[in-house]
């Protein structure tokens, strides 16, 4: 892959991982509950759900998606099911201190990141616009796609790491129970708000 077209699909990608979304929503009050480190098995997950939706996209499947309407749309009912379940439990997430000696609740899991990307429309779609924009045909197919694995994983891993620390930043200003309520209020709010960008 050409150096030129390289940094078109790093820009592609770029927009697409960094705009805030059910996965930045969910990286922010991750941090800002558990703390950067804590919530970094989650941002993992999202990367390998992410790597993990792009091979089925480079394997073909992702093409059902377009050879059959029925299924995007399941894909999206369910997705939007799942973020507004998500967007429920983070607006109703009961009170803690970020003191040290005080253990919160668990963090999201990794495998529940991995999981979330296959009910997320946007990250098929980010998927499907990279391996139909920025693949070459023939011999070069094959390296393409690494390319775009190598650009989706550094992109991703940025973007994930600047949400964390956007989350841990905002946790340190958490110490009142009315500004934890706000918070999970307004996280599980935007989170809601963001189903929207999947029908759009």
Do not use: D
Request: charged share 5%; proline share 4%.
């Amino acid at each position: 892959m050409e150096l030129s077209l390289f940094i078109s699909l790093l820009g592609f990608l770029w927009v697409a991982a960094i705009t805030p979304g059910p996965n930045n929503m969910l990286l922010t009050t991750s941090a800002a509950h558990f703390g950067f480190i804590r919530s970094g098995w989650l941002m993992i997950g999202i990367m390998l759900g992410m790597q993990s939706i792009l091979l089925l996209v480079a394997l073909g499947i992702g093409g059902l998606l377009l050879l059959y309407p029925m299924l995007h749309l399941f894909l999206k009912i369910a997705g939007s099911l799942y973020l507004l379940w998500l967007a429920w439990k983070v607006a109703t997430a009961s009170y803690q201190t970020l003191q040290a000696g005080n253990t919160p609740r668990q963090p999201m899991r990794c495998y529940q990141g991995w999981l979330l990307q296959f009910l997320n429309p946007k990250a098929w779609l980010m998927a499907l616009g990279a391996v139909s924009s920025f693949t070459l045909p023939g011999e070069a197919y094959l390296s393409s796609i690494v390319a775009i694995a190598v650009a989706m994983l550094l992109v991703n891993l940025v973007a994930g790491m600047i949400w964390l620390a956007f989350g841990s930043l905002i946790g340190r200003l958490l110490a009142s129970r009315r500004a934890w309520r706000v918070f999970n209020l307004t996280m599980g709010l935007l989170t809601a708000v963001s189903v929207l960008l999947i029908w759009h």
